[in-house]
């Protein structure tokens, strides 16, 4: 096996232990026995658990971002990219269980690394709001004051709705209430 796939490997493996035990459960030799590796393999490829985490959320972090630009991508306009790209996070949060736990969990906040993914996140999605809100300014499909405030704005009232959404785990009973969320944002800033 290449060392790309055996990384690949104890990835996917530590993904699944990693959602199921949370990380403080979680040990390396659990990892190494599940991917059927030896525990110097891991660590030729994670000096630590933190690191083989961060590794993890990284790789969810991805897939949340790859999501996000096609719900944006499959927008006909700016109103439709916009309900696309909260529909698609909530729904796409709600799978990526070590990224949102990572997202939500203080207890986690001693690891670094853990502040720094929750900035590079607020960061990205700010930047993928901000676009889909200018694109609706500039076609007239929106009006907004100040772009750079209205961006993190959303994403502050996001973030508010997943306490709910996934911490009492009640996605699907909350779905409409989110439809409704959106509905109202798009009515706020729609170009009258």
Known sequence: MKIDETKDVILNVATNIFSKFGFH????????????????????????????FQGVIDKEFQVLRGELIKAIDSGNN????????????????????????????????????????RERYDNEETILIKSILTGGVNNDEFEINNVEITA?????????????FFLENKYNELESRLNELISILIRGIKKR
Not at 32 to 44: C, D, I, T, W
Not at 152 to 164: F, R, S
Request: charged share 25%; no cysteine; net charge positive.
């Open 78 to 117: 700016a109103k439709e990219k916009l309900a696309n790209y909260i529909t698609v996070r909530m729904k796409t949060l709600n799978k990526l269980t070590n990224f949102y736990d990572a997202l939500k969990n203080d207890y986690l906040n001693y690891l670094n690394f853990i502040g720094e993914i």
């Open 152 to 164: 993190p704005a959303i994403l502050t009232a996001l973030k508010g709705l997943e306490m709910p």
């Open 25 to 52: 459960k979680t040990t390396v030799d659990e990892i190494a026995r599940a991917a059927h590796k030896a525990k110097g393999s891991v660590y030729y490829h994670f000096k630590s658990k933190e690191e083989l």
